[in-house]
């Protein structure tokens, strides 16, 4: 009777706790922080990168393919500050334009809102401004959902090789109000 | 010591689960996604998603863009997608079943807007080993452009073409649909 208990156990409580974990690590083992950016995440898709199989994982299980190659995926929840992304709030994002052939940044899980490299408005010195507020503001102007918190996803698409120092500078993201 | 033998018994078996899990599970889910995307289309054909589907199949593209598809199957032969493409930034990527990609191309490398990709069933070891050096490829070589071997049977094909304004959306659409996905049947 102890034996049959102890297997069990063993059975579904390894399957159980194996599962957990493999949902938590596809959800979170492929980001790692963009180096040089605060606040930003980065999917881990590089070939020679060990934590490849949770990035496509969490790609795959949300029905999608995975980028292609050429891609930077860059993701963040929180504002420079440590601001939970909540659409109560207004959002300045703020930054030299990414020298790339292709970026769209947008808002939300089901991209309710997107801003990419065709429609951004820039300054006269290349740098990009946007706002994201629930109601319309001049400029580049992103809608988050109509309630509770947000993503903020940046994917950049075959980033320009810049000399010396090849990391990419992503926006900055400030609250501006609730 | 008994104790001891389980708890390890119980870990084993939770490391077997993750692994599974991470390997199979998201395959799973995204075949059924694939095939429910695209439930009406038969394999081997061309067609545009629906602006509101292509974002949620290829993460880089946004409602605005244009998104092509070709969902080839290798079991009865060769697929041969013969792209027709706009004079501006687009992308080809081809992913395999399990979502590995295995051939990607841009507008800069291709030189031009209209080529094609061949797509065969990469040789297995043992078929690699019995073939004649005279053998398949000696007298068929064709003027096809690109040639992806793939290992998988089946897999994705998409042309990506990001717009910056949502009303060239129909020319590029109309552009786009020139592009064709066939089977060549096996010779």
Known sequence: MRVFSSSAFAIFGGL????????????????????????????????????????????????????????????????DEGNVLSSDCIFEISGPSTPARWWSLSVGQKEESVLSAGQAMLDSAGNISAVVSRHPLPGNWLKPPDSGSFTLTYIVTEPIKQKGDATLVLPHVKKAGC | MGRLFWVV??????????????????????????????????????????????????????????????????????????AKLPRSYWTVSIYTDSGAQIYALDDVQAGSNSFTVDLTRAKTLLQQLLA????????????????????????????????????????????????????????
């Not at chain 2, 049977?153 to 959306?169: E, F, K, N, Q, T």
């Open chain 2, 9 to 82: 018994m119980t870990l084993l078996i939770a490391v077997a689960a993750h692994i599974t899990y991470v390997l199979f599970e998201p395959g799973l889910v995204f075949q059924k996604k694939l095939n429910a995307l695209s439930a009406a289309k038969p394999d081997n054909s061309f067609f545009i998603l629906p602006h509101e589907e292509q974002s949620q199949l290829f993460p880089t593209a946004t409602a605005n863009d244009v998104v092509g598809v070709c969902k080839y199957d290798l079991d009865a032969g060769r697929v041969v997608l013969s």
């Open chain 2, 132 to 187: 004649k050096n005279d053998g398949e490829d000696g007298g068929q070589i064709e003027n096809l452009g690109w040639k992806v071997e793939s290992t998988e049977r089946r897999g994705l094909a998409v042309i990506w073409v990001p717009l910056s304004d949502v009303l060239m959306r129909d020319g590029v659409e109309k552009t786009i649909r020139e592009s064709d996905c066939k089977l060549k049947a096996a010779q």
């Open chain 1, 16 to 79: 159980g706790l194996g599962i957990f974990t493999a949902i938590y690590a596809l959800g979170s083992f492929g980001l790692k922080p963009a180096t040089g950016n605060q606040g930003w995440q980065e999917w881990r898709l590089s070939e020679n990168d060990r934590m490849l199989p949770y990035s496509l994982g969490h790609f795959l299980g949300s029905g999608q393919v995975p980028p292609p190659k050429a891609a930077r995926y860059y993701v963040r929840e929180r504002d």
